[in-house]
């Protein structure tokens, strides 16, 4: 039994890796051949802090930092993840999504089941985004079209015309400043999670941003004293936005900064 349980877990840690491996090579080919783009401006430096999930602890202190520096961020709600208690976090129900709103704070999509795109076909994408639709829209009405964020910053060749139709911009990994020739269906983005020293160390990104405008966007997951892998402390994330505030950068959501930076709905 132990001999099958050790060839299970190999066989389950092969199979997480071919998948990454996938996963990669779909989000460099979608890289390589964008089907529209847009002018992301180089005059002006603009930072946005994205949250994917959104634990709690994004909302008690991720957003109060923001708010402490008066700024607002952009968190991406899955609403099947809504409420749920994980070992090492408990993530946002209806009301924490309703706080943030009230507060000012864009809510964006990040589909409704959490699940790689690349493994959903596109009527089981659609039901599931319409899904979510239903879940945010009843917390918070959108003025427009909401913006999204691909869950594990997996894209998919397939579904790129069907998400372009349905969100302003999607937003993946790609650890890049977004500068001048922009696929709004793509955006690239700078994670920021442990170990916290790397951490603290990503105001690298905001002094290359100041250097040479354009748009940086963060995106990490929990804010806390003990943080998940994927998140920070919240003295490392209070450095990062006092250091965008200090360079003279705008911060500002995601939807904010598209207007600011004239990026006007496109007919479709």
């Known amino acids: ?66 708010e402490a520096h008066g700024a607002r961020g952009t968190f991406y709600i899955a609403g099947g993840l809504a409420g749920r208690v994980e070992p090492d976090r408990t993530l946002i129900d209806a009301q924490g999504c309703r706080a943030l709103a009230a507060r000012g704070h864009e809510i964006g999509c990040h589909t409704f089941g959490h699940s790689d795109l690349r493994h959903l076909g596109r009527r089981t994408l659609a039901a599931d985004l319409a899904r979510n639709a239903r879940y945010l829209d009843a917390i918070d009405p959108p003025r427009g079209r909401r913006n999204f964020a691909f869950p594990y910053n997996g894209g998919s060749l397939g579904k790129r015309r069907q998400l372009a139709a349905r969100f302003r911009t999607c937003r ?31 105001t690298r990104w905001i002094d290359a941003l100041a250097a040479e405008p354009g748009w940086l966007i963060f995106f990490t997951h929990d804010i806390a004293a003990a943080p998940t892998p994927y998140g920070c402390t919240p003295e490392t994330f209070e450095a990062l936005v006092a250091h965008a505030r200090a360079r003279g950068c705008h911060v500002l959501g995601v939807d904010a900064a598209l207007d600011r930076m004239g990026l006007r709905e496109q007919a479709r």
């Open 1 to 66: 039994m132990r001999e099958l349980a050790r060839a299970l877990a190999a066989a389950g840690r092969v199979s997480r890796g071919l998948d990454r491996l996938g996963r990669r090579l779909t989000n460099r080919i979608i890289r390589a051949t964008p089907r529209d783009t847009v002018h992301v401006p180089e005059a002006e430096a603009i930072v946005s802090f994205t949250f994917d999930d959104v634990p709690e602890t994004a909302l008690h202190a991720g957003a109060a930092i923001l």
């Open 172 to 202: 993946a990994g790609g650890e890049a400043i977004n500068r001048g020739s922009t696929d709004p269906a793509f955006l690239r983005a700078v994670e920021i999670r442990q170990p916290d020293a790397h951490a603290r160390g990503l």
